[in-house]
């Protein structure tokens, strides 16, 4: 019998999606790259190891947002879902607000700080980098 971590969804209901196991990663991303693509000033991705998530349903876009990344967005009212390398065994990652129980993957470290905008304050405790990872920030 398999376990189901977490269920999401979009906005309007017509895709909907089922995770497997808690995230292996969960941070507030600052880039300008996810600021255009959800239009927010940063966004909270849980990663997922691309086997994790399973019984997706409903109408997936998949658009390249760099030469090595694309995102999936609901085909029908443009919900912001997944992140994902070209490779199909790569991770994946997942907004945490499209969760059901979003409360259940709280960020744990805030990440491309250098690019937030500087009327956002960064969340207090939690480690800040620079970029992706290893740099932390001023």
């Given at each position: 019998m398999r376990t189901t971590f977490a269920e999401g969804g979009c906005g309007c209901?017509?895709?909907?999606?089922?995770?497997?196991?808690?995230?292996?990663?969960?941070?507030?991303?600052?880039?300008?790259?996810?600021?255009?693509?959800?239009?927010?000033?940063?966004?909270?991705w849980a990663t997922f190891p691309a086997e994790a998530l399973e019984g997706v349903r409903g109408g997936v876009t998949w658009v390249a947002s760099s030469a090595s990344a694309r995102r999936g967005f609901c085909a029908a009212c443009g919900t912001s879902l997944f992140f994902a390398g070209n490779a199909g065994s790569s991770p994946v990652d997942v907004t945490v607000v499209s969760l059901?129980?979003?409360?259940?993957?709280?960020?744990t470290a805030q990440i491309w700080v250098a690019s937030r905008q500087h009327w956002v304050a960064l969340l207090p405790g939690l480690p800040a980098h620079r970029d992706g990872g290893g740099d932390w920030a001023p």
């Open positions: 209901g017509a895709v909907r999606y089922t995770l497997l196991c808690p995230p292996t990663d969960v941070a507030d991303c600052h880039c300008r790259m996810c600021q255009r693509y959800v239009g927010a000033a940063s966004v909270t059901d129980h979003p409360e259940r993957c709280p960020p």
